[in-house]
């Protein structure tokens, strides 16, 4: 036993010297030519452009030892390889070296066109000169142009003048353990997205590294006419990017899974149409889950809006379990009416000390909305807010401490001019030295209920359910201040406080009293104000 054990271990240590020497391990030597061995020059003395292109043909496999590869980058397009199907293994250490461009005036290093098969491993992309002036054109450190089942397993590339990997019309792309951005430091080297998939067919994506780069961290585009769809990407980072951090724009079922994005110039995550670019097919089956976005718009110079999560004009769309935190201007919000469904199931957003005066937590609008489990946290404004929407269902939904700019003119929780309201479960707390205001309201809606409604505050303070539209049935109201003196409201039917339609009834030591009537110092120190009809107030002592 002791003997076959060592046998294994001299073994792979004959392996991993092989590989440090720039051999073709046993196992490898009939499936790989080594390029070496073939004319190519891995000291970084001479361009291979000319030599690679006769090598990468058919199915050829291809090893490139350890050392610098030097390619020339000086004209539009890079070193085109045109139909190869084989395989391009790199050493450890063998580093593509793109030379001839200037810091102002960079192109890509390598392209490949057509092609059925293709896998790249551990492919490493440096510039001689970091570009520093983004190129005009629709390019990329490495582009793949009408591939199909490309593999990309393994990759850094570390600057670019545009993006820094670009899958273009492609079938069932693929990449893993991917690097974009420069390895350490925090200067800007990859000048656009950091992977772009454009009209592609279920791309694929597994542990994705994008770092200080100038646009998209990670985009899923489909441009008119659109001819791409679906898409799984899983374990994503993404870190201090120059537009938005994941953006999935007329792709329809894209899935996005298990992503951190840390500082963002836009928002953090984005899904919609984008006409400005021709991209007007509104996406359906967009999913995106366990996530977490930081600082949202937190840099010098802010581009674009600043939400954590950013949706428009989509047919359909999930967010799941995804935490947002210091965002600039809302957590979450919808910028076009004209969406269609929207799914969000545990979310919280948490404002910081970036989030701007009158910032919210959520801002929902679209046709359909069903949201659970959703939580706002410091909001400078509404904590949460839901507007011309045709049908909203609600259920767990809670804000702490909102409107912390002070003032009765924000809410925690609103609603307003929505067609079907149904919701359950309302959680407010407040224990801030100034007062949220309205804890929650409902202005202008057609019909509906919202039914256990929770509120604690501290004492002293004031706060508003105002019912403008008598069709909402509004049941189980209980408040309490972190003083003791509980109240608690319940059944409240459609009759109000005054007799006439719209109503309220069982309350528990509660006067009435004129809208816009100075409150009695006889009501109590400030009283709590729980319902409002327009013309009548109900007040909790």
Known sequence: MFQKLFSI?????????????????????QAYINVVNNGIDNTGANDISSSLINLATGNNNLYFPPGTYRINNSTSGG?????????????????LYAYGNS?????????????????????????????????????????????????????????????????????RPKVE????????????????????????????????????????????????PPTGSGGAFANIIVDNVGSRGITVNGQNNVVISNFTINTSAASGIITGT???NSINNAPTGVKFSNGLIIGPGNVTTPVGNHYGIEYSNIQSAWFDNIAIQNYTVRGMAGTTTSTGEIYANSLTAVAGANSASGSQGFNFAGQTIIAKNIHSDGAPGYGIYVGTTNSFIGQNLSARNSATNGGTGNR????????????????VIDDQSTPTGYILGEYGNTGGSITGINYKTTNNTFYVVSND???????????????????????????????????????????????????????????HIVWSNGTNWIVIQ
Not at 9 to 29: D, T
Not at 190 to 211: E, K
């Open 9 to 29: 271990l001299i073994f792979l240590a004959a392996v991993s010297q092989a590989n440090a020497q720039g051999i073709v391990p046993s196992y490898q030597q």
């Open 274 to 276: 984008d006409s400005s």
């Open 103 to 171: 810091a102002t005036n960079s192109y890509t290093v390598l392209q490949f066109i057509n092609g059925d098969g293709l896998v790249i491993e551990n492919l490493h992309i440096k510039y001689q000169n970091i570009p520093t002036t983004r190129s005009t054109s629709n390019s990329a450190a490495v582009i793949f142009n009408q591939t199909s089942d490309t593999w990309l397993k393994g990759a850094i590339v570390e600057d670019s003048p545009s993006a820094g990997i670009l899958f273009l019309n492609g079938t």
């Open 79 to 95: 070193l085109s390889i045109t139909g190869f199907q084989g395989n391009m293994l790199f050493a450890p250490n063998a580093i």
């Open 469 to 527: 539209a008598p069709n909402v049935y509004m049941d189980r109201l209980n408040g309490n201040t972190f003083g003791g003196n509980q109240t608690t409201i319940g059944n409240l039917p459609s009759a109000n406080a005054n007799g006439s339609s719209g109503a309220i009834a069982s309350i528990t030591n509660g006067i009435t009293q004129s809208a816009g009537a100075t409150l009695s110092a006889t009501t109590g120190s400030v009283p």
């Open 412 to 427: 925690a929780i609103w609603f307003q001019g929505i067609t079907n309201l149904t919701v359950q479960g309302v959680s």
């Open 177 to 224: 353990d991917v690097h974009i951005g420069a390895l350490t430091g925090t200067s800007t080297q990859v000048l656009a997205d950091g992977i772009s998939f454009w009209n592609c067919i279920d791309p694929q994506g597994n542990n994705i590294t994008v770092r200080y780069n100038g646009d998209d961290g990670l985009s899923v585009l489909n441009f008119d």
